[in-house]
């Protein structure tokens, strides 16, 4: 299968850069070449899809096999891919969906959200992955920001939208109830529909494709604007990762049982659907393979290891608290998760000691780990197998044939090998700007080059470890937590004069939300009043797990700025 994963190679190399040249010399759809894209010279993929329509139509080489599996709804691939169709000539026919339209999708996981954002993007419309994990007041800023006038919700979302939909001319259409059925006008406007062919439309690569929040390091969450070529990109660049890996004697065990029975290679997508890790690593990826994709709605470990094993789940691909939170559940439950090939990571650092573990607990699945982000599509650094459980503190080596990458100092200049400066990426799969944001993406974006504002330093043999931040972030469980939108809405309490926000460790989730607050005199609020006050400005998951009060101000340095070393040396010792 052109592209596809293969079974370990025969041919062995032991250079890196030995694998990558001949992956890209003897595999057509891996050929390369140089592309001005936006007045920047980039690597590119000669061949291949060249935008979500062509890609599209790769379900069709797959057939009846099983696609999407949730609870106990089932859709092959070419159910999918006729849903699509039918979905994105609605769109256009019965909706009004013009090119460059903004579409929002705000619901928890569910068959119909990539069949919806596949059908959007189909139509030339750009849709909006929002949080679904946002109050009303984080959607109302974001629905303002991206003007999207139609938004395909579930019913406790669409509540959320309720108290300002009207006002913004936001048009809701329910997919699931609260119960997660389906809503059966939704699936009407695919079932009054004979298979019909796309809308016709034009799109190039370099058109935009979809806006994805991210939590920056200020302020609220930004739009990533990321385009076609961006989103087919990143797959064929894992793709390519793959044949590099398997070249190099890194590749998984072959989805074969116990008894010599091959059986269908299947991922369980365990993350929101907003986040690229869900859309691209797990939906596409697994359409251009022909994998299974397990859909959970909600993460929960126990139902996880008996979806594994029902559905016989090849790769498990996750943030680290998941993966721990899988092999306890599994060794209660008496599993031995037999089905998995792979176990991958991402989001947040995995501990060592848990690299460690899924090698003695789980011997054959392969432990991997990947650093991307939205800002670049999804690609960036990883490793797998041996050269992981060598070196478990790694990110693992840059991904190939696209990225390019720096680690510069302030003054922007390359580092020696060994020293720490920000790590800076260039590919094609970067975003192409800011929603509506343009000082942050000159900020972010200089000739092409994503300065990421992650600290790392590259050793001798290209192995790449992230040391720090330097964007005043948290990263709970996965998700990016800006420090100054929690600082902000903590201010907006009369009795706060000041406060800080910063990271404190947690044993399940790496990083959780800890603060501390300078309080007016003779005030008599509690920690738990500050996270009350917080529920109507905040998502869950922002509201500070530890706030500690304080009568006097906070400590600042020479600038007069809070010195926030001595703060965290204060509270967390």
Not at 111 to 137: D, H, K, R
Not at 174 to 191: E, G, H, P, Q, Y
Not at 219 to 230: C, D, E, F, Q
Request: proline share 6%.
């Amino acid at each position: 299968m052109p592209g596809g994963v293969r079974p370990p190679a025969l041919m062995r190399f032991d250079c890196t850069e030995d694998a990558i040249k001949h992956v890209a010399s003897s595999e057509e759809i891996f050929a390369l070449e140089r592309r001005d894209i936006r007045g920047v010279t980039f690597t590119t993929f000669k061949n291949g899809p060249r935008t979500l329509r062509d890609y599209l139509d790769l379900c069709l080489r797959h057939g009846d096999r099983d696609f999407l599996v949730y609870e106990d709804e089932r859709y092959s691939f070419s159910e999918v891919h006729a849903a699509i169709q039918k979905l994105s000539k609605a769109l256009v026919t019965d909706f009004g969906v013009k090119p460059g339209d903004r579409v929002g999708l705000l619901m928890r996981n569910c068959p119909e959200y990539p069949m919806l954002f596949m059908a959007i993007a189909c139509a030339g419309a750009i849709p909006v992955f929002l949080n679904s994990w946002w109050t009303s007041q984080e959607l109302e800023y974001a629905f303002a920001k991206c003007e999207a006038k139609l938004a395909f919700v579930d019913e406790p979302r669409s509540a959320n939208l309720d108290p300002f939909a009207e006002a913004l001319g936001v048009r809701q259409i329910l997919v699931r109830t609260a119960s997660m059925d389906k809503v059966r006008s939704f699936w009407d406007i695919i079932d009054a529909r004979d298979k019909t062919a796309l809308p016709d439309v034009n799109i190039d690569p370099d058109d935009d494709f979809c806006v994805m929040y991210t939590s920056g390091s200020s302020g609220h969450p930004k739009g990533v604007v990321l385009t076609h070529r961006s989103a087919v990109s990143a797959i064929q660049s894992w793709l390519f990762s793959i044949q590099v890996s398997n070249l190099m004697g890194w590749a998984p065990n072959p989805p074969i049982d116990d008894s010599g029975n091959a059986y269908q290679p299947c991922t369980m997508i365990t993350t929101p659907f907003f986040h690229i890790s869900a859309t691209h690593a797990g939906f596409m990826l697994a359409l251009w393979i022909g994998m299974k994709a397990v859909i959970m709605s909600k993460w929960a470990p126990v139902r996880a290891v008996e979806l594994i094993d029902r559905e016989q789940v090849s790769r498990f691909a996750c943030v680290p608290t998941m993966s721990a939170e899988l092999i306890e559940a599994a060794a209660a439950m008496g599993s031995t998760l037999r089905s998995l090939r792979t176990i991958d990571s991402g989001g947040a650092k995995r501990p060592a000691s848990q690299v460690a573990e899924i090698a003695a607990r789980v011997p054959h699945a392969m432990p991997g780990t990947g650093f991307g982000m939205t800002e670049t599509g999804g690609p960036g650094i990883g490793m797998r197998g041996e050269p992981y459980l060598q070196n478990p503190e790694a990110a693992g080596r840059l991904q190939p044939p696209l990225m390019e990458m720096r680690i510069v100092d302030d003054e922007d200049n390359d580092v020696s090998v060994g020293e720490v400066g920000e790590l800076v990426l260039k590919s094609a799969t970067n975003l192409r700007c800011y929603l509506d944001e343009p000082q942050a993406t000159l900020e972010a974006l200089r000739d092409g080059w994503l300065y990421t504002g992650d600290l790392a330093r590259v050793d001798e043999q290209g192995v790449i470890t992230i040391v720090d931040r330097k964007k005043d972030m948290i990263i709970r469980g996965g998700e990016n937590i800006s420090c100054s939108e929690v600082s902000a809405a903590l201010q907006l309490h009369p009795d706060v004069i000041e406060g800080m926000v910063f990271s404190i460790p947690d044993d399940r989730l790496g990083e959780n939300v800890g603060a501390c607050v300078f309080l007016s005199a003779n005030c008599t609020t509690t920690e738990e009043e500050l996270r009350d006050f917080l529920v109507p400005h905040l998502a869950s998951f922002k509201i500070p797990k530890k706030i500690w009060l304080r009568d006097t101000p906070l400590p600042r340095g020479a600038t007069e700025k809070i010195d926030r070393l001595a703060v965290r040396a204060e509270y967390l010792g």
